[in-house]
C-alpha cells in the first residue's frame, strides 16, 4: 500500500534516491566481492538528474559503481523513453549493473534483453511457486529462461524460495542464483553484514 501512494504523491523520488544513498553507505563496509541491489520506480528513473544523483550517491559513498544493481521492471520500458534509455546507458558506462526484475509478469519483450545491458534475469516469484510434480510448465518455463539467459551470458535469479525442494528444482532447471525466505528473510544493514 505505502510504495503506490508514494508513486502518487511524488515522493517516490526522494524516497528512491535516499534508499539509494543508504545501500551504497551499507554496502561500502561490506567485503568487496559483495554487491547491493536497489529496486527502482519508473518516476525515479524519469526524474531529471536520476542518473546524476546515484552516481553521487556511489561517490559519497566510496562504492565502485560495479557494486551496484539496479533493478528495474520490463514496465519502466514499455513507453520506449529516451530518459530511460540515457539513464540506462550512462550508468553502465560508469560500471552500475542492471537487472530484469519480475521477467515474465509484464509485457514481457525478448527485445528488452538485446537493447538494454541486463546482466541478471529475475524469474517471478509465481514460477516457482508453480513449480510441482503435477505442473510442469512452470518448470519448462524456467528451463527455458535459464538456457536462454545462459546462451545470453545472464545470470538467472529464481525469486520465492521458500522450501529445499524449490531450490533443489530451480537449480535444476538451470538457474544460478537463488532470493527467498528459504535463505534469509529481509534483515536490517546490521545483520546483513554479520551474514
Given at each position: 500500500e505505502f510504495i503506490p501512494v508514494a508513486e502518487?504523491?511524488?515522493?517516490?523520488?526522494?524516497?528512491?534516491?535516499?534508499?539509494?544513498?543508504?545501500?551504497?553507505?551499507?554496502?561500502?563496509?561490506?567485503?568487496?566481492?559483495?554487491?547491493v541491489a536497489v529496486n527502482l520506480s519508473p518516476l525515479q528513473i524519469k526524474a531529471p538528474g536520476a542518473a546524476l544523483g546515484i552516481l553521487s550517491a556511489l561517490r559519497d559513498a566510496n562504492?565502485?559503481?560495479?557494486?551496484?544493481?539496479?533493478?528495474?521492471?520490463?514496465?519502466?520500458?514499455?513507453?520506449?523513453?529516451?530518459?530511460?534509455?540515457?539513464f540506462i546507458a550512462e550508468l553502465a558506462a560508469a560500471g552500475?549493473?542492471?537487472?530484469?526484475?519480475?521477467?515474465?509478469?509484464?509485457y514481457s519483450s525478448l527485445s528488452y534483453l538485446s537493447?538494454?545491458?541486463?546482466?541478471?534475469?529475475?524469474?517471478?516469484?509465481?514460477?516457482?511457486?508453480?513449480?510441482?510434480?503435477?505442473?510442469?510448465?512452470?518448470?519448462?518455463?524456467?528451463r527455458a529462461v535459464s538456457e536462454m539467459g545462459s546462451r545470453l551470458g545472464m545470470q538467472i535469479v529464481a525469486e520465492g524460495l521458500e522450501t529445499a525442494e524449490q531450490v533443489a528444482a530451480v537449480r535444476d532447471a538451470g538457474c544460478t542464483l537463488g532470493q527467498g525466505y528459504y535463505f534469509s528473510r529481509a534483515v536490517p544493514d546490521y545483520l546483513a553484514s554479520m551474514l
Open positions: 502518487e504523491t511524488g515522493a517516490i523520488i526522494t524516497l528512491g534516491n535516499w534508499i539509494t544513498v543508504q545501500a551504497a553507505r551499507a554496502a561500502s563496509f561490506w567485503p568487496e566481492d559483495i554487491s562504492l565502485a559503481p560495479s557494486r551496484l544493481e539496479l533493478e528495474i521492471t520490463e514496465t519502466v520500458l514499455l513507453d520506449h523513453s529516451q530518459n530511460t534509455e540515457a552500475v549493473r542492471f537487472a530484469l526484475d519480475d521477467f515474465g509478469t509484464g537493447k538494454y545491458p541486463f546482466g541478471k534475469i529475475k524469474v517471478d516469484r509465481s514460477f516457482v511457486s508453480g513449480i510441482s510434480s503435477t505442473d510442469s510448465k512452470s518448470d519448462a518455463i524456467i
